[in-house]
C-alpha cells in the first residue's frame, strides 16, 4: 500500500507539472532503458566486455540519480504551486471579511492568526497586494457597469458611439477608460464591437 500510494502521488504531481519538467522527465529514461537493454546485451554474449559492463553500469547509476533529481525538482515545484494556492485562497478570504484597505496591516493580523505563515512574510505581502489589487479593478467594473446601466436605460435610442461620449462628457474621470467604456457599453446593449479603432482613438 505505501508504494501504492507513492506512485499515485507522483502521477498527480506528474500531471500538474509543467509541460518543461514533463519533457525533462522522459530522457533520463529514456537513456536508461538504452542502457539497461546494453547491459543485458553484454551479459549474455558469450565472453562479455567488461569495459562495455562497467561503463554502461556507471552510466545506468547516473541516469537513474538524474531521474531522482528531475523528481525532486518535480516535487518541490508541487509543493510550491499547492502552498501559494492555499495561502492565496485563505489570505483572499481573510482580507474580504477583515475590509482592512492598509497592507502592512493584512499580514500582520493574518500572522497572528495563522502562525505557520510566519517565515512568510514577504509571500503574504506580494500575494495580499496583487488579491487587492484585484479587488480595485472588480470594483471598479462594478461600480462603471452600475453607471452604466443607469445611463444607457436613460438613453435607450442613442448608438454606442453617442452613448459613450455622453457618458465621458458626464464623467471625464473616465475619460482614460474610452476602450473600456466602449466594450461594457456594446455588451449591456448586445451590439457586436465594430469600428472600436476609432473610438478607442477618439
Known amino acids: 500500500m505505501p508504494r501504492s500510494g507513492r ?21 533520463p529514461f529514456l537513456i536508461l ?3 539497461g537493454v546494453l547491459l543485458i546485451h553484454a551479459f549474455t554474449i558469450d565472453v562479455p566486455d567488461i569495459m562495455v559492463v562497467e561503463l554502461t553500469m556507471v552510466l545506468l547509476i547516473i541516469s537513474i540519480v538524474e531521474i531522482i533529481f528531475v523528481f525532486e525538482e518535480m516535487h518541490e515545484h508541487y509543493i510550491s504551486n ?36 510566519k517565515n512568510k512574510r514577504s509571500e503574504i505581502y506580494h500575494i ?24 444607457i436605460k436613460r438613453r435607450k435610442k442613442m448608438n454606442v458611439d453617442e452613448i459613450l461620449e455622453a457618458f ?3 464623467y471625464p474621470t473616465y475619460k ?19 469600428g472600436k479603432e476609432n473610438t478607442f482613438n477618439g
Open 7 to 27: 506512485l499515485r502521488t507522483f502521477i498527480r504531481e506528474y500531471k500538474e507539472s509543467p509541460r518543461f519538467e514533463k519533457l525533462s522527465f522522459m530522457p
Open 33 to 35: 532503458i538504452v542502457e
Open 82 to 117: 499547492t502552498f501559494d494556492r492555499i495561502l492565496t485562497i485563505r489570505l483572499d478570504d481573510f482580507v474580504l471579511q477583515q475590509k482592512e484597505k492598509n497592507v502592512k496591516k493584512i499580514v500582520e493580523d493574518f500572522i497572528d492568526m495563522h502562525s505557520k505563515y
Open 128 to 151: 495580499a497586494c496583487q488579491i487587492m489589487e484585484t479587488h480595485r479593478e472588480e470594483a471598479w467594473e462594478d461600480a462603471l457597469i452600475k453607471k452604466l446601466k443607469a445611463f
Open 168 to 170: 465621458i462628457k458626464k
Open 176 to 194: 482614460k477608460y474610452r476602450a473600456n467604456i466602449y466594450q461594457k457599453t456594446c455588451q449591456l446593449k448586445g451590439v457586436p464591437e465594430e
